[in-house]
């Protein structure tokens, strides 16, 4: 395939001319550019999927705290009052709040996770697509399928912004993230491609403006816990979209006020903690506390 | 520019918690040691800005000693580098600095072994690097293609007799950059190949005259 995929509508054009799903353009076009054949791009893919799952795993059993002391044993917690209480929202709502808490506290802890889009956002795409996986007892290739789904929403956007929090704030990691669970979602729940990338697109309308001012310069505060948001935040979206409400404003002049929302948002609040929770009172403090810390552990 | 791919958005499959910071400094660790051509025996780290800030928090001290040792970014090493048996035969320390002319991630290894080498490289975002300095040369290594370094005599017919070679193996040059300290003097080239040069044409490229130092840095893994 020797066009370019740039944008939501191109994307979606290919699928109708070719009467093929999202995933269905995007496998061939990664196979014509990288020159490998599909099966290969789809086993690469397979062994992120495994990859989000074995972090899962080992982060629902741990509760080993981050090099800074700050974070790490919340997904016990989490897990204890379900065990206790069930959540007002069931039992997928419980699975994807403590998938995506389990895969972030496995990246604070210098374990293995898989970036999606990136290392601060790694928890969403997991905890969406695994949870549902194991809820309609997903095949391997339905799960391939959803992931290539969820990938495709971040190749789009990712031509008009790099998907970095010093680039475009967090808009550009979790949003972007939460975007891409939507429309995995939309793809396992058997929408079609117009609702995938609608679902997508309300995803990320929600979220402009969205800011990063990490605490001391971590992955951890805020972004740990707003991982778990906005996980659930693409069920949201996904559950719209199925019923067919719309984006009133088309999908690519969505991503368009995106990129233009990151290029107004003020640098000190793009990834330089110097802005925003980072610089409360309590930010400082603790910002300050952990360089006394490093200076005395060396 | 360099081709954009579904990979970028899922992977990579790394060690956390942050892809600049993490598996960025891994990467930098791995194109030094290519460029070092073996493990050296000591290391000094300096960490810039962001990286001296919040290097530790992040695991950036332990991301570069595991890619200096040859370690990838999914290793299950890199967590607990300071116990790996290789780590423990070198000797290493860190330093943390601020200088706000520097990229805000970066790092210079200062290196002792065979030769001594400074090497300079910064994180450039998600998980992308370049090395930009080896001593007192400037260069462009990032990893994405196999990259062959060379220092030489500056004088006439240099980039000729290299890219002569190179075209006897029909690989093409992606770019080429070079730079000079004076006229005359010493001079450098980073030549960005399509595919990899056989060690045949290495060692003819070695044997150029008046060529004093030749690296075939490999690309790094995706």
Redesign the interface.
Known sequence: MEYSINTFEKLLRACKEENKKIYEI??EK?AY??EITVKE?RE??L??VN?MKEAIVSGLTSSEK???GLCGDDTLKLKKRYAQIPALFGDLYEKITTYALATME???????????????S?GI?PAVIISLSEKYNLTEEEEINA??T???I??VI??KV???G??AGCQAECGVASA?SAASAVQILGGNENQIINAAVLAIKNILGLTCDPV?????IPCVKRNVFLAIHAITAAELSMAGVESKIPFDEVIDAMVQTGQLMSPLLKET?QGGLATTKCGILINRH??DK?FREG | MKQRSLFDVISPIMTGPSSSHTAGAVRLGLLVRNIYGETPTKVTFRLYNSFAQTGKGHGTDKGLLAGLLGFNVDSDEIKNIYDNEEAKRIKYNYEFEQNLDMHPNSVDFILDGKIPMIVSGNSVGAGNVEIVKIDDFATKISGEYNTLVLFYKDKPGMISKVSTLIQKENINIASLDCDRNARGKTASMCICLDGNVSDILLDEIKKIDDVYFVRNVKKLEA
Not at chain 1, 107 to 118: E, F, G, S
């Open positions: 995007m496998q990664e550019d990288f791009v690469k893919v062994k992120n990859a981050s090099f800074s496995e990246n604070l802890r210098m374990n293995k996770i898989v970036a999606c889009p990136t290392a601060g790694c795409v992931l290539i969820a990938g495709t971040g190749y990712s031509s790099a998907m970095a010093a680039v891409m001391a310069g971590l992955v951890e903690s952990l360089k490093y």
